[in-house]
Each structure stands twice: as structure tokens, then as C-alpha cells.
């Protein structure tokens, strides 16, 4: 998916989300509490949007929004997110991509 690397490339979090998604706010609320932060795109708000949401669902993931990169490796969804803190992994990941430098909970 070239197309979703030129987004993802060089950014240690990246989140794919709609402005007016419960979930991609959930998801970004949940990696901001990490103290990470990171680069959201905003697809109804992008012209191109529509290309983007359909190469996220090419990829895999269903619905479209929220997906998640950490470490420019698609992680997945909601789901697949917060699944990943209640195993105590997703504060790993974050730290692996260095966009987290310390954590102690």
C-alpha cells in the first residue's frame, strides 16, 4: 500500500479518523492518555479522502476508520487498539516507535 505509506513514513503514530467517528475519538483519547502524540488525518476533511478510505479497506480494516499505525506497521482498528492496552502491549508498542520515551504504570 503505497499510497498509505507516504502518510505513514517517518511518524511513529499515525491514526486515520472522521471528525464525527465515537470511535476514532475514543482511539485518539486513548493514545493521547500515553503522552504520545500523534499525526491524525482527518479523512472527511480531505478531498481525497474517499481514495484513502478505500486503500484502509483494502488493507483490512473494517469500517475504514479508525485505523492505526504504529511504527509505520498497520496495527488495525478499535478494536484491535484498546484489546491491545487491556493486554498491557499497546504502551510497548508506542515505546518501540519512540513515540512514547518512558512509561510506568
Not at 60 to 84: E, M, R, T
Not at 100 to 105: A, L, P, S, V
Amino acid at each position: 500500500m503505497e499510497f498509505l505509506a507516504r502518510f505513514t513514513s517517518d511518524k511513529p503514530v499515525v491514526i486515520f479518523s472522521k471528525s464525527t467517528c465515537c470511535m476514532s475519538h475514543t482511539v485518539k483519547a486513548l493514545i493521547f492518555s500515553f503522552g504520545a502524540n500523534p499525526t491524525v488525518i482527518e479523512v472527511d476533511k480531505m478531498a481525497n479522502g474517499y481514495l484513502i478510505e478505500r486503500a484502509l479497506v483494502l488493507l483490512g480494516c473494517h469500517p475504514s476508520v479508525p485505523a492505526v499505525f504504529i511504527g509505520q506497521q498497520f496495527i488495525g482498528g478499535a478494536d484491535k487498539v484498546i484489546g491491545l492496552n487491556i493486554q498491557n502491549k499497546l504502551s510497548l508498542l508506542l515505546l518501540n516507535a519512540k513515540a512514547i520515551f518512558i512509561w510506568g504504570r
